[in-house]
């Protein structure tokens, strides 16, 4: 089992930035990848950003590629989403999540963190 708390969320004016953070505690050796969703009010949860634990094989959604970045601090098991270049339609909560191998679904998630987008 794998807990995970988010944090870093909040408002900024569009164009602004924030960095979001994940960090995990509990059986995080047995972790296959960790990925960021968010869900705006009204829409499906969607895929933001993820890697394999490693640190490699990033990957982001086509809406936030050349704007987010993703990074990690193995000794703090820690996760971080570097979001520049915010744009109104980015304010959704955002949650970060992992799963144990690859054919696994997403089965650990955090409690999620509010960003909101000003224009």
């Known amino acids: 089992q794998v807990q995970l708390v988010e944090s870093g969320g909040g408002q900024v004016q569009a164009g602004g930035s924030l960095r979001l953070s994940c960090a995990a505690s509990?059986?995080?050796?047995?972790?296959?990848?960790m990925a960021w969703f968010r869900q705006a009010p009204g829409k499906q949860r969607e895929f933001v950003g993820g890697?394999?634990?490693?640190?490699?094989?990033?990957k982001y959604a086509d809406s936030v590629e050349g704007r987010f970045t993703l990074s990690k601090d193995a000794a703090e098991n820690t996760v971080y989403l570097q979001m520049n270049d915010l744009k109104y339609e980015d304010t959704a909560v955002y949650y970060c999540a992992t799963k144990p191998n690859k054919l696994a679904a997403f089965g650990s998630w955090g409690q999620g963190t509010q960003v909101t987008v000003s224009s």
């Open positions: 509990g059986h995080t050796f047995s972790q296959y990848a």
């Open positions: 890697m394999l634990w490693s640190g490699h094989g990033k």
